[in-house]
Nanobody, 115 residues
Framework: QVQLVESGGGLVQAGGSLRLSCVVSGSIFSMNAMGWYRQAPGKQRETVATITSGGDNTNYADSVMGRFSISRDNAKNTVYLQINSLKPEDTAVYYC????????WGQGTQVTVSS
């Protein structure tokens, strides 16, 4: 049973930064490409960033390009999301998961950006 535990969210002012972490247990983390996803109230879940299993390639949604940075530490079974220049529209619950087919989702971590 794979378990995903996200952390690092919080309430920040616009322009601030956060570093999200996600620890994955119960699977061979290093063999899986990973992603960060977010879901705002009343909206569909969207993919914000992905990273290959070895960490050598990353991709970002247009809305976060240049502000978000995904990375991973395979020795720690952890994927990170550095979020800079936060905007109110970044307010959402952030989740990590592998690329499809997804594992069961974790609880996510809430990011709230005040203007």
């Amino acid at each position: 049973q794979v378990q995903l535990v996200e952390s690092g969210g919080g309430l920040v002012q616009a322009g601030g930064s956060l570093r999200l972490s996600c620890v994955v247990s119960g699977s061979i983390f290093s063999m899986n490409a990973m992603g960060w996803y977010r879901q705002a109230p009343g909206k569909q879940r969207e993919t914000v960033a992905t990273i290959t299993s070895g960490g050598d390639n990353t991709n970002y949604a247009d809305s976060v390009m240049g502000r978000f940075s995904i990375s991973r530490d395979n020795a720690k079974n952890t994927v990170y999301l550095q979020i800079n220049s936060l905007k109110p529209e970044d307010t959402a619950v952030y989740y990590c998961n592998r690329l499809v087919p997804y594992w069961s989702w974790g609880q996510g971590t809430q990011v709230t950006v005040s203007s």
